[in-house]
């Protein structure tokens, strides 16, 4: 992501940009109670669409109290605080689990698992951020 936007000339573009972002952002905070949504892939196109159809968007979604912190670790190569992994690793084999149980389809119930093991190893692999900077960071935002 660059610092300065680079917003579209168009009125319609701009707008077209600011609905896919706002939708982003929604998805993104669908991701926060899913495990198998990815939150931070969705605030980064978001601030990709904001980026260029509004300015003032693109700043706040930058600085948002919830959501600029995905936004920042991520672009500064930081990584994800262990209680966030732990609660990630945690929901998404309860949801994981739980639709297995109630899916009648093998193939799926097969599947799921699968998914899981390998977002499981993705999380794990991740970088971990200090907690303490952490908390740090997010009382400065």
């Not at 959501?67 to 998404?92: D, H, M, Q, T, V």
Request: glycine share 6%; aromatic share 16%; with cysteine.
């Amino acid at each position: 992501m660059e610092d300065k936007p680079k917003v579209a000339k168009s009125k319609y573009i701009r707008w077209l940009f600011n609905i896919l972002g706002t939708i982003s952002v929604g998805l993104g905070i669908i991701g926060i109670f899913l495990p198998v949504m990815p939150t931070t892939v969705f605030l980064l196109i978001a601030a990709w669409c904001y980026l260029r159809g509004s300015e003032n968007m693109y700043y706040w979604l930058l600085n948002n109290k919830y959501f600029g912190i995905y936004l920042k670790n991520y672009r500064e190569k930081r990584g994800i605080p262990l209680p966030a992994k732990i609660i990630s690793i945690g929901l998404l084999w309860i949801t994981i689990l739980t639709s297995v149980y109630f899916i009648e389809y093998l193939w799926l119930r097969i599947l799921l698992p699968i998914i899981a093991t390998a977002v499981t190893i993705h999380l794990i692999m991740l970088k971990t951020y200090k907690e303490e900077n952490y908390q740090e960071e997010y009382e400065n935002l």
